[in-house]
C-alpha cells in the first residue's frame, strides 16, 4: 500500500513539471501539458515634458538710451535720471520694489502692466541699492538692481517752453552751479549760477549775452521734476541778436502716456510777430483718451460748454517723435497746428507750448493752469515779458502787482473779478485804469496776462511761483 502511494506521489510531481515546461529540458514537446499563455500588460507611453514657460524679458532704457548692467550685474544710475523698464512680447507683469536705504526715495512717472517709469533720489552720502522684482504668469520673475549714486535730485535736462515763443533744451547741474541752454538749431549757451540764500529762494544767474542791471532779472527755482525763472532768451524780430530776459517753464515730467492728458485747462497764450504782441485768453478741453482737443476761440471768454458751437476748434492729438509731445491736427485736413505737452507741475497738469506758428509763422507761448472753481488768495514773486522781477499779492478782490528792473520799478492795485456764469470760475479780470489784465492759477503758478487787443496790454505775460 505504501509503494503504490510514493509511486502515485512520483507520477504527480512529474505532470506537475511537465506543466510548467519542465522535465527533459524540452521546450514543451512530448506528450506534455499545453503551456498556458502569460498576459503581459504594455509599459504606459512616457508622458511629454511639461512646456518651459517663456523667459521674462525686459529691456532697461536710462535717460531714453538702452542701459546694461556692470559687472556686477547692477544698473548704474544718477539721482533723477529717467529709468524706464519695459516688458516684451506681451507680457503683461506686476513690479515690486525696495530700497536698502531710507535716504533712497523712488518718483513714479509713468507705471503701468507693461513699463515701469521712474526717477531716484539720494540723500545720503553714499551710492545704495534699490531693487525691482517683475513678476508675470506662470510664476516667470526677474529681478533688477539699481545702484544709485549721490547728487543733486534736480541735475539733467528739460525741455524749455520760453516765453520769447521758443522750445529749447536745458541742462542743468546744480552741484556745479552751471547751465547750459541748447536752441533748436543746436546753438548752446552756457552760464553759471548762484545758489540762493534758503531752499526755498532763487538761484541767481550769470550769463555775457546779458549784462548790468537787467542781469539781475535772471532768476530760476527748481520745482522739483520742473524749473521755473527767466533766462536769456533772443528777442524776436529783432534787428540784429539781442537777447532779454524771459519768463519760461522747463519740465521733464511731461505725461508719456496720451489717456493722461485728458483735462480742461485755463489757458494764456502769447503771439509775438514783427508787428508787436498778441494775446489770447480761453478755455480748451482735452478728451477721449487724450486724443481730441477742443478750443473756444470766441472773443468772449467763455467756459468750453458754453461757447458757441461756432468758435469751437475741435483737433486731432498725435504723438510726436519726441516723448511727452503730442501734436495737433487739423481733423479735416491732416495739417500740423501746433506741439504741447501736458507737465505734472507739483501734481497739476499744466499745459504748455512754445514755437513757430505753423500757421503764420509768429512765435507763441502758452500755457494753461487746470481750470478751477475758484481763485484763492496767494503771494508769487515771479517775471514778466518786460524783462522785470516782479512780486504779486491777492487779497480779496486786490491784485497787488509790483515791478522792478530795469528802472526803479512800479506798483499797482488792480481790481479783481469774475465773470458771468458762462466765463470760467477759475478766471479774473484784472483792471487798473484803462489797462486791463485776465489772472489765473493753479496751487504752484500764477499767470497775469494782458487783453488782447485793442488793449495796450496785449502781448504782456507775467508768471509767478506760489508760495
Known sequence: MRRNVETAFAAALVLGLAGCGGGGGGGGGGGGMPMLPVAITPAPEPSPPPATAAELKLTVEINGSAATPDSSGRYVVLPGQLVAVKTSEGDSVSWVGGMDSANV???????????????FDNIGLGATSYKLVASASEGRTKELNFWVQTG??????????????????????????????????????????????SPTSDWLVQSDRITGVPAAALRLRGLRDNVVGALPFSVPYA?????????????????????????????????VSAAGGESAIAQIQISGGGTIMKQCVDPVIYRIENCPAANVVTSNVEADTQPGMWLLKNQ?????LGR????????????????????????????????????????????STKGTIDLSKVAASTYTFSMSLPGSGTSADLAL????????????????????????????LE???????PSPKAGFLHLGIIY
Open 447 to 453: 499767470v497775469l496776462i494782458g487783453a488782447r487787443s
Open 332 to 336: 479735416t485736413t491732416g495739417a500740423l
Open 105 to 119: 526715495r523712488r518718483t513714479d512717472v509713468d507705471t503701468s502692466s507693461k513699463q515701469w517709469v521712474s526717477r
Open 417 to 444: 473779478s469774475a465773470g458771468p456764469a458762462t466765463s470760467p470760475a477759475g478766471i479774473r479780470a484784472a483792471v487798473v485804469g484803462s489797462d486791463v489784465y485776465f489772472a489765473m492759477r493753479s496751487k504752484r
Open 239 to 271: 534787428g540784429s541778436p539781442t537777447y532779454g530776459a524771459f519768463p519760461f517753464v522747463a519740465s521733464r515730467a511731461l505725461l508719456i502716456t496720451q489717456s493722461k492728458l485728458d483735462g480742461t485747462y485755463d489757458r494764456a497764450r502769447i503771439e
Open 152 to 197: 543733486d535730485y534736480r541735475n539733467g535736462d528739460y525741455i524749455v517752453f520760453a516765453a520769447n515763443g521758443s522750445r529749447q533744451t536745458l541742462n542743468m547741474d546744480f552741484n556745479k552751479f552751471t547751465y547750459t541752454v541748447t536752441d533748436a538749431s543746436g546753438n548752446a549757451s552756457s552760464g553759471t549760477m548762484t545758489p540762493g540764500v
Open 340 to 383: 504741447f505737452g501736458i507737465a505734472d507741475v507739483e501734481g497739476d497738469k499744466t499745459y504748455l507750448s512754445a514755437g513757430t506758428s505753423p500757421a503764420n509763422g509768429n512765435q507763441v507761448f502758452a500755457i494753461g493752469v487746470p481750470a478751477a472753481q475758484g481763485y484763492e488768495d496767494f503771494i508769487s514773486t515771479g517775471w
